[in-house]
């Protein structure tokens, strides 16, 4: 008898859109724990994500039409895996994404882009021309560090640019900020 794991069954839900009857179906003798995976923190985590990963895929596609990117769900689960387990803290500034809400909660702190941008860490690309599915490109970065690097500052070039950014935050906030 093939039993199914909990990850193969959010590969094949989520990013492969089986339906839940068929799934169930195939797999008669798990039924609890698929409806117990159905309803989890977990599902709607990866299913925020992948929905998080799409978009951005989708966005780079209609800004750079030089860079081809096929969209598979192979592609968006790997992403979204990469995702759900990097340290939450910004590559530059090593500002933790916890601290975003006391950071905006700060007297004299703007962010136009409140709350879009900036309550969240972002996907960043440390080599700016290469596309987001390379993975091993990717990292994460806070909303001012991502914004300030841009396409024109290099990897390392934003790594100094965000120990400045790290020493207002840590005076900002009156913490000390580790590496994740």
């Known amino acids: 008898m093939i039993m199914l794991t909990e ?3 959010y590969k ?4 492969y859109s089986e339906s839940i009857i068929k799934i169930r179906k195939e797999f008669k003798n798990q039924k609890k724990d698929i409806d117990l995976w159905y309803r989890s923190d977990r599902y709607i985590e990866l299913q925020e994500t992948k929905s998080k990963f799409n978009s951005k895929l989708k966005q780079q596609l209609k800004e750079i039409e030089e860079i081809e990117i096929d969209i ?5 689960y790997e992403l979204t895996l990469w995702y759900l387990s990097a340290p939450k803290v910004c590559r530059y500034c090593k500002l933790p994404e916890s601290e975003l809400i006391n950071l905006h909660e700060q007297p004299g702190h703007i962010n136009k882009r409140w709350p879009k941008r900036g309550k969240e860490l972002e996907i960043d690309r ?5 596309p987001y599915n390379n993975i091993e490109n990717l990292t994460l970065a806070c909303y001012w560090c991502n914004n300030g690097k841009t396409d024109t500052f290099t ?11 790290q020493s207002i935050w840590e005076k900002r906030l009156n913490k000390k900020f580790e590496d994740g």
């Open 7 to 9: 990850n193969e069954f």
């Open 12 to 15: 094949k839900k989520i990013f």
């Open 72 to 76: 598979t769900n192979d592609l968006l």
């Open 126 to 130: 440390m080599q700016s021309d290469l």
């Open 155 to 165: 990897f390392d070039e934003a790594i100094e640019i965000g120990k400045s950014i």
